[in-house]
């Protein structure tokens, strides 16, 4: 599992991602300073709880977000091509501590964007969702699904090379009668048949990166283990990368090469799976998961146990988003101040593995 081949050239990288929704709220802050990669052939596990911005940075990097303001800095890089570039003569965001004032002629931006990612979005990239049997149009067959994927990569096919196509994909996924599946329409596939289908489709197209966006959280225990597996043996056979998006930290545990902790619109954390469980400390937040996991329940560990809620998404608080919930800040000489105040840069602990902690800067 923990292979070396993880460690290696990058395929995907996000720098500095922020993504924003206006709301009647005010501004919600989904993603705020996100950074993470990927490298090629490798497993990688973002790991967050719910509402800290993974399925807005999925979306910000396959270019499905719709709402405004969206993306409004930072960098999505594959294959060495920044798929921002040159949006931001069209996009300037100026913020201050209270609002955000949007210049953006939203039509044109989106038209560039979209014929930067022509190309990369369904066919390079891949993504897959939590429901697959709503992601699927209930109108069109899985050979039909599979075949226009397939398209994208082959150009223009015929009924019976699409048929073929997507039998040939329903083995490869494990499905054991793929020509009466491949006749099949959604509503006649169960949910782990279903997320199989999806699978096949997103990988007709020959990805280079597949998302995979909590793929296997709507499905039964024993379902979803057998998905998991399953993206594992395809990721190997492929050579395909895949970030893996889950509020599980043991399937990053025991899947993953590297692991990205995402807490309040931020990656905490982000290294080589066997850096991140190699240490006694990581991040409070990502100690705090850990624990959970393991279900640590001894007295001296309490520390480690996460308290309270995740802040509200338009009200960040200032300085480090976890402070009001870390109970190690007090350890800092400071009492934890600084915490409050200055937001942690990216602190490399070993090799690429950084902490976004105060605790962490060389010196204490
Ligand atoms: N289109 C949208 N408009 C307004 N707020 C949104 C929108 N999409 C997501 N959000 C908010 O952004 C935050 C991050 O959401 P999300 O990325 O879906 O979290 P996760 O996938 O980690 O559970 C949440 O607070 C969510 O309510
Ligand atoms: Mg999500």
């Keep these: 599992m923990k292979n070396n081949k993880a460690h290696n050239d990058t395929l995907l990288s996000v720098n500095n991602l922020k993504t924003f929704f206006y709301t009647r709220k005010g501004m919600v802050k989904a993603v705020d300073n996100a950074s993470f990669r990927v490298g090629r052939g490798e497993f990688v596990c973002l790991i967050g709880e719910s509402g800290s911005g993974k399925s807005v940075s999925a979306l910000s990097i396959m270019g499905l977000i719709d709402t405004t303001p969206g993306i ?114 959604p509503f006649q596939l169960s949910g782990g048949m279903a997320q199989r289908v999806m699978i096949a489709t997103a990988l007709a197209a020959e990805p280079k990166l597949l998302i995979a966006d909590e793929p296997t959280t709507a499905l039964d225990a024993s379902v979803q283990l057998e998905i998991l597996k399953l993206l594992k043996t395809i990721q190997e056979e492929m050579d395909l990368s895949i970030l893996f998006i889950t509020h599980d930290i043991s399937i990053g545990s025991n899947f993953s090469d590297s692991i990205a902790v995402m807490y309040a619109g931020r990656v905490v954390e982000s290294g080589y799976t066997e850096s991140i469980f190699g240490r006694d400390n990581n991040h409070p937040y990502t100690d705090g998961l850990l624990h959970a996991a393991m279900k640590v329940t001894t007295s001296a560990d309490d520390k480690k146990f996460i308290k309270g809620s995740p802040p509200d998404s338009v009200r960040r608080p200032s300085g480090c988003t976890f402070h009001p919930r870390c109970e ?31 605790k962490y800067e060389p010196g204490h």
């Design 72 to 185: 409004v800095n930072g960098e999505i890089v594959f294959e060495g091509k920044n798929v921002l570039d040159g949006l931001k003569h069209v996009c300037t965001v100026t913020e201050n501590r209270t609002s955000i004032d949007i210049v953006k002629n939203v039509a044109a931006w989106k038209r560039k964007h979209s014929s930067n990612l022509e190309g990369v979005r369904g066919r390079q990239i891949g993504m897959i969702f939590q429901d697959p049997v709503s992601s699927l149009n209930p109108l069109f067959t899985v050979a039909e699904h599979i075949g226009e994927s397939a398209g994208l990569l082959h150009g223009k096919l015929t009924r019976k090379q699409k048929f073929e196509i997507a039998t040939d994909w329903l083995q490869r996924v494990r499905i054991s009668s793929p020509k009466d599946v491949a006749r099949a329409y």
């Design 328 to 358: 190690m800040k007090h350890e800092l000489e400071d009492g934890g101040e600084r915490c409050e105040r200055e937001e942690p840069y990216e602190i490399i602990v070993n090799g690429n593995h950084y902490i976004r902690c105060w």
